[in-house]
C-alpha cells in the first residue's frame, strides 16, 4: 500500500473541524476525496475522539438513511447530552461519511442532522458533483456548511507524489526569495511541461509509462465524463462532449455562446445548461471581464479555462510535447490561472479587454480598487506594450507584472509565482 501523502488542502479541513458548520469536500471524480477523508478521519481518531467512517456505497446504510436521517445512528453513536450550550470536546460525535450524495436527498439529510443536534454532531462529507449540482444544497444548507474543493494535484503535488522532495523544497524557495533564479531550472520547466501535458489526477500521476498514462486519461474522460452527464441530467451526450472539445480548442480565448451554439446546432439554453454542468462537475472555469466605469471596456464574454490540463489535452488527444504544439501559449495560460486559483479567491480573479481588443491576462482585486495585474507571455520582453501602457494609466492603483514562462530578473518567472 502507498504511503499516504498529504494534500495542500488537509490542514485547512482539519482547521475547520472545531467549527460547528459541516464539512463538505468536493471536487472532480478521482482526484483523491476519499482518500483525503480517511487520513482526516484518523487524525480524529488518534486524537481519541468519538468517530465513525461510512460510506453511502453501502446499500445497507443508504437505504436506512433514505427512510429517516435518525437510522443513521444504527451505525455509528447518536450524540449524547444534546442542547447542551457548549459540549465538551468528549461529548461531540463525529461521522465521516464518503459519497453523501448516493442518499435520495442528501441535502435535507445534512439539514435534519444539523438542527436536530447542533455542536453535538460534527459531520464531515464527500459529495461528487451529483450533489453539487443540486441546487438544494445551497439554498437549505445555508449557514450549515463550507465546502472544501480538492482538486486535482497541482504543480507542487504533483513533485510529491513523483517523490522528488528536494525539487519540491527548491520550488518553495524559489517563491519565497524574490529574484531567485534556481540552478536546477531547466530540470523543473521539464517536469513542468510534463505536468502541462498529462495533468494532475493521481492515478496518472502514479503512472511511470506515457502511453498507459494517456489510456488512464482516456478512461476519466470516457467513464467519469458519462457518470457527470447522466447523474446532471443532459439529454444529448454527443453535443455535451463535442462543446467541451470546443472549449478545450478555445482555452484561453473568450467563449461566445452564440457561436457555440450554432456550432454544435443547439439553442442558447442548452449551451448555458451545458457550460453549467462542466463548471459544476470541475472540468472548466469562466473567467469573467474587469469592469469599470468606461462603457468601451464593457466585453460581457467570459474566458474559458481547464482546471486540469490533463483533461484539457485528452479532449482534443494531443499529448505531444511543449515544443511541437501551436497550443503552447494557452497551456501556460492556463496553468497562471490554475495557480492563481491556489493563491486567491477565484471570484476576485478576471481579465481585461477593451473594445478595441487591448487586454491584460488576468486582473486580482486585491482590496477595492486596486490589486494585482498579470500579463503572461513566454519570453519576458523589455518595455510595455500599448494594452499594458493603457491599463496602468487608467488603474495606477493595480501593480502590472509580467509572468515569463523562461526565468527572467526583469519578469516573474512562472515558477516563482
Given at each position: 500500500m502507498r504511503m499516504y501523502i498529504q494534500r495542500s488542502i488537509h490542514e485547512h479541513i482539519l482547521k475547520h473541524?472545531?467549527?460547528?458548520?459541516?464539512?463538505?469536500?468536493t471536487g472532480p471524480r478521482q482526484c483523491g476525496k476519499t482518500t483525503l477523508l480517511r487520513a482526516i478521519y484518523n487524525d480524529i481518531k488518534k486524537l481519541g475522539h468519538?468517530?465513525?467512517?461510512?460510506?453511502?456505497?453501502?446499500?445497507?446504510?443508504?437505504?436506512?438513511?433514505?427512510?429517516?436521517?435518525?437510522?443513521?445512528?444504527?451505525?455509528?453513536?447518536?450524540?449524547?447530552?444534546?442542547?447542551?450550550?457548549?459540549?465538551?470536546?468528549?461529548?461531540?460525535?463525529?461521522?465521516?461519511?464518503?459519497?453523501?450524495?448516493?442518499?435520495?436527498?442528501?441535502?435535507?439529510?445534512?439539514?435534519?442532522?444539523?438542527?436536530?443536534?447542533?455542536?453535538h454532531l460534527k459531520i464531515v462529507a464527500?459529495?461528487?458533483?451529483?450533489?453539487?449540482?443540486?441546487?438544494?444544497?445551497?439554498?437549505?444548507?445555508?449557514?450549515?456548511?463550507?465546502?472544501?474543493?480538492?482538486?486535482?494535484?497541482?504543480?507542487?503535488?504533483?513533485?510529491l507524489f513523483n517523490n522528488m522532495h528536494d525539487l519540491a523544497e527548491e520550488l518553495k524557495t524559489?517563491?519565497?526569495?524574490?529574484?531567485?533564479?534556481?540552478?536546477?531550472?531547466?530540470?523543473?520547466?521539464?517536469?513542468?511541461?510534463?505536468?502541462?501535458?498529462?495533468?494532475?489526477?493521481?492515478?496518472?500521476?502514479?503512472?511511470?509509462?506515457?502511453?498507459?498514462?494517456?489510456?488512464?486519461?482516456?478512461?476519466?474522460?470516457?467513464?467519469?465524463?458519462?457518470?457527470?452527464?447522466?447523474?446532471?441530467?443532459?439529454?444529448?451526450?454527443?453535443?455535451?462532449?463535442?462543446?467541451?472539445?470546443?472549449?478545450?480548442?478555445?482555452?484561453?480565448?473568450?467563449?461566445?455562446?452564440?457561436?457555440?451554439?450554432?456550432?454544435?446546432?443547439?439553442?442558447?439554453k442548452t449551451i448555458e445548461k451545458y457550460l453549467y454542468v462542466l463548471q459544476k462537475c470541475f472540468h472548466i472555469d469562466l473567467v469573467k471581464p474587469f469592469h469599470s466605469n468606461i462603457r468601451k471596456e464593457l466585453i460581457r464574454m467570459p474566458k474559458v479555462y481547464f482546471k486540469d490540463p490533463g483533461m484539457r489535452n485528452v479532449a482534443l488527444n494531443r499529448f505531444f510535447d511543449l515544443?511541437?504544439?501551436?497550443?503552447?501559449?494557452?497551456?501556460?495560460?492556463?496553468?497562471?490561472?490554475?495557480?492563481?486559483?491556489?493563491?486567491?479567491?477565484?471570484d476576485i480573479i478576471r481579465f481585461w479587454r477593451t473594445a478595441d481588443k487591448k487586454e491584460i491576462d488576468f486582473i486580482v482585486s486585491t482590496s477595492f480598487n486596486e490589486g494585482l495585474a498579470y500579463e503572461v507571455k513566454m519570453t519576458c520582453k523589455q518595455g510595455h506594450s500599448i494594452s499594458e501602457r493603457t491599463f496602468s494609466l487608467a488603474y495606477s492603483n493595480y501593480t502590472l507584472e509580467t509572468i515569463s514562462y523562461h526565468p527572467d530578473p526583469m519578469c516573474v518567472w512562472i515558477l516563482s509565482l
Open positions: 473541524l472545531g467549527r460547528k458548520e459541516y464539512t463538505i469536500i468519538e468517530v465513525t467512517f461510512l460510506t453511502f456505497e453501502d446499500r445497507d446504510i443508504l437505504s436506512a438513511v433514505n427512510r429517516h436521517p435518525e437510522e443513521i445512528f444504527f451505525f455509528a453513536p447518536r450524540p449524547d447530552h444534546v442542547g447542551q450550550a457548549n459540549p465538551s470536546l468528549n461529548n461531540i460525535r463525529y461521522i465521516f461519511i464518503d459519497e453523501v450524495q448516493y442518499a435520495d436527498d442528501p441535502s435535507n439529510f445534512l439539514k435534519y442532522l444539523f438542527d436536530t443536534y447542533g455542536h464527500t459529495g461528487s458533483s451529483a450533489f453539487y449540482i443540486d441546487r438544494k444544497f445551497k439554498d437549505s444548507l445555508s449557514g450549515r456548511k463550507r465546502v472544501f474543493e480538492l482538486k486535482t494535484l497541482s504543480f507542487d503535488e504533483w513533485l524559489i517563491r519565497k526569495q524574490k529574484g531567485y533564479v534556481s540552478a536546477r531550472f531547466r530540470e523543473l520547466l521539464g517536469l513542468l511541461n510534463e505536468y502541462l501535458i498529462f495533468g494532475g489526477y493521481p492515478a496518472v500521476v502514479l503512472e511511470r509509462d506515457k502511453q498507459e498514462k494517456i489510456v488512464l486519461l482516456k478512461e476519466i474522460k470516457n467513464a467519469f465524463l458519462k457518470r457527470d452527464i447522466d447523474e446532471s441530467g443532459v439529454s444529448d451526450a454527443d453535443k455535451f462532449y463535442n462543446l467541451l472539445v470546443l472549449l478545450a480548442s478555445q482555452t484561453a480565448n473568450l467563449v461566445n455562446r452564440n457561436e457555440l451554439a450554432n456550432t454544435i446546432g443547439v439553442d442558447n515544443n511541437m504544439r501551436d497550443d503552447t501559449g494557452a497551456l501556460i495560460e492556463n496553468y497562471v490561472f490554475n495557480r492563481l486559483s491556489h493563491l486567491y479567491d477565484r
